[in-house]
């Protein structure tokens, strides 16, 4: 039952199955001693009387118990027929439970109760651990009082060198943790609060601290062992794009990060480089300058995006941009008729081909490069691990790999989640980029919501209206979009105004007949569903109506906000909610509405939702942690991160005497699959 519940199966897992809280039952308190101060009380008493009093719901157990200063009063509103049964006048309990005050009066409800009998009443020796449990194991008398009987007993039967050190001395010393069985025996059963949170930290750093080394030698190995194609020159085609073509000058970050593929490219070793950038950041032209340089060096490139309408905007941007200069860019999608597919894979082979640009098509094994050394893969989370790894098998070495995300990452989750790969952050927009005006605003607004967008309109701008489409929800949100849709018509009645609409019900074609009409103007509105958070550049669009703004995450929202203000206009976003919305949600709105940048945003969406929320990190395998939050414990993940590094640094293979211990830890962890090594 415990694997099953909660999988538990060996006595390791039990060690590691944590107490969420601990109740202090160390001492024992006079009845009137007792005060609204008193959280949580712990007393000794006679039970002098009890009886059942009220019916139906307001029926309850009331007990009174004294202590030779006063008296309390217990109440049950839950399983009393089975606690009347185990009462006994005149008999002595040791009482627990959370105080409060009826009347001026003591009360303690639903109690935890035990038989005293002659011994003298003393509080434990230790605070008393509260484990999480399910109904199930409850049912087989497996309550976390139990649990917590189990682990002591197995505590009981261990000492020092059943928990050998897995830090190095230095280590040790220089954070001043206590031992390993020290830290168990004072996670579970501390006998103050200090020690349980020296047991803690010293759990949470050890947690970190090998997720961070782990990370650190598949970077380590990676950097030392993996072969790559050298780019060892910059010539005519980078150079001629970038004095003559080059749309606009590029940003401090952006030229930091091209220095750093640069660096990468040119080092023999495979680059696996993660480049997070806000919308807007243009990551894009990084991305076209990256794989000119792989050209220069006689190597082809490729983008593998994930939807048809964003590959083809790569496609569009990027053959515009280079329509002057001899660079061969096709585009490879599903819904490409069979001739044109033939072509484009004839070309590709033949290596006619410079750049092509695609959705998963691109990894098909029908795919064959002449000679592919740079591959882009952009919105990395929307695409598996094993189809990223295909990438790998299109040449005899690996092509380098640039993993482009337009969802800002919070450090302390780059850091768990990506940490074996190198990664680059582009925290600067491109000049003359005006900040994105956001809004909060109620159902009983949108008349003038309405009338706002019409201005917009009427000064020759477009406007997006974006409704939810949840899975478990879809049939409703559908059904919302439509009426939402004849909602906006009758605001707007055509023709003097003309709106498309986007959503996941239409075939291909549909959407991008739809869409293609609002990019190229023939429509001012575009009603749909998310489908629209990536791969619409529309510049003239200066208005984001995010409908039932408060079922979307933070990021979400941040993602769909950018679809504005691509422009030199101003840009606005309105968050329109129902007039009734949850704190937390109105939280979300109000963060959104004070900042436009991206990784304050991620921050706080992280601190939010926490890390098994956010899209992506999943495949990471490193966010498993049993005791660390690397949201509460930003400051011990720096320190083991920084610790994991120096050692690497200067003893990568761990063959120290000091790092032994370490190395010997690590041998006996079971090893895991290095997917993260295909980024």
Not at 227 to 234: A, I, L, M, N, T
Not at 308 to 333: F, G, N, T, W
Not at 379 to 408: C, D, Y
Not at 590 to 598: E, P, R
Request: hydrophobic share 40%.
């Amino acid at each position: 039952m415990l694997k099953k519940e909660v999988s538990i199966f060996t006595f390791k897992d039990l060690l590691e199955f944590y107490p969420f809280r601990h109740v202090d039952k160390t001492k024992v308190d006079t009845i009137a001693s007792l005060s609204p101060k008193n959280e949580y009380t712990q007393i000794a008493g006679k039970l002098r009387q009890y009886a059942v009093v009220g019916e139906g719901r307001a029926k309850r157990l009331v007990a009174y118990v004294q202590d030779s200063t006063g008296e309390i009063e217990l109440a049950w509103f839950q399983g009393i027929n089975w606690v009347q049964k185990t009462l006994e006048l005149g008999q002595q309990y040791l009482v627990f439970g959370k105080l409060t005050f009826f009347m001026g009066n003591p009360q303690i409800v639903h109690p935890e109760i035990e038989i005293l009998g002659n011994e003298k009443p003393e509080g434990k020796k230790y605070l008393e651990p509260i484990y999480p449990s399910t109904e199930k194991l409850k049912a087989r008398g497996m309550s976390g009082r139990a649990m917590g009987k189990l682990t002591f007993s197995l505590l009981q039967q261990l000492n020092e060198k059943d928990f050998p050190e897995n830090l190095s001395p230095a280590i040790i010393n220089q954070y001043h943790f206590i031992s390993r069985f020290a830290a168990y025996n004072n996670i579970h059963f501390p006998t103050s609060e200090e020690n349980y949170h020296q047991a803690a930290r010293r759990i949470k750093f050890e947690e970190l601290f090998f997720a961070q080394l782990r990370l650190g030698i598949r970077r380590s190995e990676r950097h030392r062992f993996s072969q790559g194609w050298v780019f060892d020159k910059v010539g005519d085609v980078f150079n001629t794009f970038y004095n003559n073509y080059l749309p606009f000058q590029l940003t401090n970050a952006q030229k930091r990060v091209l220095k750093e593929i640069r660096k990468d490219t040119g080092s023999g070793r495979q680059m696996n480089r993660l480049l997070q950038g806000d919308v807007g950041s243009g990551k894009t032209i990084v991305a076209l300058l990256s794989m000119l340089i792989a050209a220069d060096n006689g190597f082809q490139s490729c983008i593998m995006a994930p939807t048809e309408i964003l590959a083809q905007q790569h496609y569009q941007s990027i053959k515009e941009s280079l329509k002057d200069m001899p660079v061969q860019v096709r585009l490879l999608i599903g819904s490409l008729k069979a001739k044109e597919k033939k072509q484009v894979l004839k070309e590709c082979e033949e290596g006619v081909v410079t750049i092509l640009i695609g959705t998963h098509a691109v990894i098909e094994d029908k795919v064959i490069f002449k000679n592919l050394g740079f591959a882009v893969v952009d919105e990395q989370h929307k695409f598996g691990v094993a189809q990223r790894a295909q990438l790998w098998k299109k040449n005899s070495i690996p092509p380098h790999i640039l993993i482009m995300t337009a969802t800002p990452i919070p450090r302390t989750l780059a850091l768990t989640a990506y940490g074996d790969l190198d990664y680059s952050v582009m925290d600067e927009l491109p000049p003359g980029r005006q900040p994105i005006v956001t809004v909060h605003r109620y159902e009983h607004t949108r008349p003038q919501v309405m009338d706002f967008l019409k201005e917009e309109i009427k000064k020759g701008r477009q406007v997006y209206i974006v409704y939810p489409l949840i899975e478990e929800s879809a049939k409703m949100d559908y059904e919302n979009l439509m009426k939402g849709y004849e909602e906006v018509k009758s605001f707007m009645p055509e023709p003097k105004y003309w709106i498309s609409m986007v959503h996941g019900k239409q075939s291909a074609e549909q959407k991008d007949t739809n869409m293609q009409r609002f990019v190229t103007g023939d429509t001012q509105i575009l009603v749909g569903t998310t489908v629209i958070e990536v791969g619409v550049n529309v510049p003239n669009a200066s208005v984001m109506v995010i409908e039932s703004a408060e079922k979307f995450g933070l990021s979400q929202l941040h993602q769909l906000r950018g679809r504005v203000g691509r422009g030199s206009e101003k840009s606005f976003c309105i968050l329109l909610t129902s007039n009734k919305i949850s704190n937390e949600a109105r939280e979300r709105l109000k963060s959104l509405c004070a900042t436009n940048d991206g990784f304050k945003i991620a921050e706080k969406d992280l601190e939010i939702r926490g890390p098994g929320d956010i899209e992506g990190t999943r495949q990471s395998g490193e966010l498993n942690f049993k005791l660390a939050s690397i949201v509460q414990d930003k400051a011990i993940l720096e320190a083991a991160r920084a610790v994991a590094t120096k050692i690497l640094d200067t003893d990568p293979d761990l063959a120290t005497p000091e790092n032994l211990p370490i190395k010997n830890y690590l041998h006996t962890q079971k090893a895991k699959t290095a997917w993260s090594k295909i980024s």
